[in-house]
């Protein structure tokens, strides 16, 4: 459904990434089975928690072929963040904020 509403979405400043982990004890996230994937992204939050994100695209269409690729090799818990200007939000809470009043396309 949601790529149905926002899969070809773009604008300025907003960028896609694939997920895979987030971890408060990151050592022991393990994930030489998305090596083929491209390279991760580690980055530690205020939270506490250290996510891990592969690749990044300017639609959410294209992110999810990715995605799919990583459950297809056992990753069954990746899915899509969005980054607006640097700022991470969850693909629902974006479409929650009404695309932070950007158009579309």
């Not at 896609?16 to 982990?21: A, D, L, S, T």
Request: a positive charge.
């Amino acid at each position: 459904m949601l790529l149905d509403m926002a899969g070809n979405y773009c604008a300025q400043g907003l960028i896609f990434k694939v997920q895979i982990g987030a971890y408060r004890k990151p050592q022991n996230f393990k994930y030489p089975h998305l090596a083929d994937l491209g390279k991760a992204e580690v980055s530690d939050y205020p939270d506490g928690i250290t996510r891990f994100t592969q690749q990044q695209f300017t639609t959410n269409t294209a992110a999810e072929k990715v995605r799919q690729k990583a459950i297809a090799r056992g990753q069954k818990d990746a899915w899509i963040v969005a980054f607006v200007n640097g700022k991470r939000y969850t693909v629902e809470g974006l479409i929650m904020l009404d695309f932070l009043g950007k158009s579309i396309n």
